[in-house]
């Protein structure tokens, strides 16, 4: 997504009615959660890219699924090979491929604890 498209009251608008946590290290964001919580659904989770690899993503997946516990589920899309590599590391398995408008997506779930998936 181009972020220059994206506007402060997108956010707003995105995440209303969710829960939402974030991380921070020190006087720095870097990371945050939204999670629509009567059906355990994360709506997003992002870490900065200055974060990234030091655990911020796992720790907020991790505190929620303390929180509200599992199953855990998510879309993520096709294309952002990252961030499947990094949830197919953790435990999360497909459980659903479809499309939006022209881009695809599989939704993921997280039954059990931290492990290899997908």
Wanted: glycine share 10%; hydrophobic share 35%.
């Amino acid at each position: 997504m181009d972020s220059r498209e994206i506007r402060p009251e997108d956010f707003d608008r995105d995440t209303e009615g969710e829960e939402i946590w974030a991380a921070w290290q020190g006087e720095e964001a870097a990371g945050f959660i939204s999670l629509w919580v009567p059906e355990r659904f994360i709506h997003h989770l992002f870490v900065s890219r200055t974060f990234q690899g030091q655990g911020i993503g796992t720790g907020l997946i991790r505190k929620a699924a303390e929180i509200y516990g599992l199953p855990l589920s998510l879309k993520c899309v096709c294309d952002n090979r990252r961030a499947l590599d990094f949830y197919c590391s953790r435990g999360w398995r497909i459980t659903e491929r479809g499309k939006s408008g022209e881009e695809a997506w599989y939704r993921l779930e997280l039954e059990d604890e931290f492990g290899n998936s997908c």
